[in-house]
């Protein structure tokens, strides 16, 4: 049996726990006996204590308690983790237990937990979208990736937002048992189509400014009603009533992104939702969209999502 350590605390997104754990624990029914999956729960106390939903959660043994052996240790999410003070003691617990596992990670804002730990210096890592701009602030030797359902670098796995939880979990057991044992987890969960590390978790369609009538959020606006135009700077910052100096700097500053960054991932957006939904041409899409050729398209996806247009279309189609 493969051992999988879950660490949790007053607070922690349930999701976070119930839905990789639920990955595991569907995989015994296809696996043989014996080389499947034991989870057990780390918390400060063994006396239960509430989730965020309210939901109670009961630890099998404590920080304190827990020894080293585990084959994957992860740490749940929770709301309130980004903000919150590292705990000395769940930190130590995790010193004293990673080391010992060939894999350990993080599903959603765990992932400030293992940063606490000083565990995602040099590492690429990931966390839901909302969060992952404060994550690269606090720790800048991290190469955070605001773009990815989950990543895997090295023995360190990191998942976005809640569900993407069950993803990464779907992800290990196709690692560790194949395609078909990791499909049949997902129907049997009524999981649509395991969405691939490489699918993007970020839209710029929920990420708007929240001043609806600025100029950027006008650009914004213009940027979505128009891909297949010139999008330049300069068109950009003349929309806005700006310098383009100035157009730049409070673009970055509002959005957290470049302008042209902006745009290209607008355009990836679009393309992927017409990947998903539509039969159209790999040559329209790339026109519709802004590309302006398919190879311009496919230079684009595979920097930004590690797949060809093909690729995603055949990997993430909706039924």
Known sequence: ????????????????????????????????????YRVTLIGPERQPFRASNGMLLAPDITYEEVQPGFDMVLVAGGPELPAAAPDPRMIACLHRIVGAAARYGSICTGAFALGHAGLLAGRRVTTHWQNAPVLARMFPEANVDFDRIYIRDGALLTSAGVTAGIDLGLAIINEDHGAPVALAVAKRLVVVAQRQGGQSQFSPYIAAPAEEGSPIAKVYQHVMAHLPDRLSVSDLAERAGMSPRSFART????????????????????????????DLALKAVAFECGFGNVQRMRQVFAKRLGVTPNQYRASFRRS
Do not use: H, K, Y
């Open 1 to 36: 049996m493969r051992s999988v350590a879950m660490i949790i605390f007053p607070g922690v997104q349930a999701l976070d726990v119930s839905g990789p754990l639920d990955v595991f624990v569907e995989a015994n029914a296809f696996i043989a006996a014996g080389a499947g």
């Open 251 to 278: 673009f970055v500053q509002q959005a957290q992104t470049t302008p042209a960054e902006f745009v290209e991932q607008a355009r990836v957006d679009a393309a992927r939702n017409l990947l998903e939904g539509s």
